[in-house]
């Protein structure tokens, strides 16, 4: 018998299938280390769950970056999307959002270079997982680079993310059993993976 394969899952046969091998899918569950707390009291307004209505929703969006205006293009290769693949295998998407301390109400998406202003926080990735217990397998960032390298739509999936894409728990390997999730949604990404720092 073959090794098992992401696709024999996602998405039909994953939701409450106690059988999928998440942890060797994905890697096992990590819990994030630095923690701020707008990170536990807000979520993002753009804060998704990929599902088989998202999914659709979000190919009609990336599609907007290789078929659309350049003007898709440049906001697509600025704005990365932050993504997390939580405990129980479920994805999360969102923009990195800019939120006012004192309203506390949202200001814009950060793009890529930018900094924060004093007065103002981001939400990072534990902002995507509800609940004030931050857990989750792995994390990182969905964006548009249009360098021919990567060979699918452009679209590219990386493990950037300080709290769950890095560390010697999530390997190559996981990143591209995401990718797979993604694919298997309809919505093909390559992947670009930053080794563990030695």
């Not at 039909?12 to 096992?28: K, Q, S």
């Not at 990386?158 to 990143?175: C, D, I, M, V, Y």
Request: hydrophobic share 40%.
């Amino acid at each position: 018998m073959g090794e098992l394969t992401v696709s024999e899952y996602y998405p039909e046969n994953f939701m409450g299938n106690a059988d999928c091998p998440l942890d060797d899918f994905f890697g096992a569950v990590v819990t994030a280390e630095r923690l701020f707390r707008e990170e536990i009291e807000t979520q993002p307004f753009s804060l998704t769950e990929l599902s088989a209505e998202s999914a659709q929703l979000l190919h009609q969006y990336m599609a907007t970056a290789v078929n659309g205006l350049a003007i898709s293009q440049v906001s697509h290769n600025m704005l990365p999307i932050l993504w997390v693949l939580d405990q129980g295998g479920r994805v999360f998407l969102a923009l990195e959002e800019v939120y006012d301390e004192a309203s506390k109400e949202k200001k814009y998406p950060l793009a890529r270079g930018m900094r924060v202003p004093e007065g103002f926080y981001k939400l990072g990735h534990p902002s995507l997982i509800n609940g004030e217990e931050k857990v989750a397998r792995i994390g990182g960032e969905l964006l548009f680079d249009p360098d021919p390298e990567f060979g699918i739509s452009g679209w590219v999936i990386t493990n950037a993310s300080g709290r769950f894409g890095f560390g010697p728990n999530r390997t190559q390997k996981h990143l591209r059993n995401v990718a797979d999730v993604f694919g298997s949604y309809g919505l093909p990404v390559d992947t670009f993976y930053y080794p563990p720092a030695s």
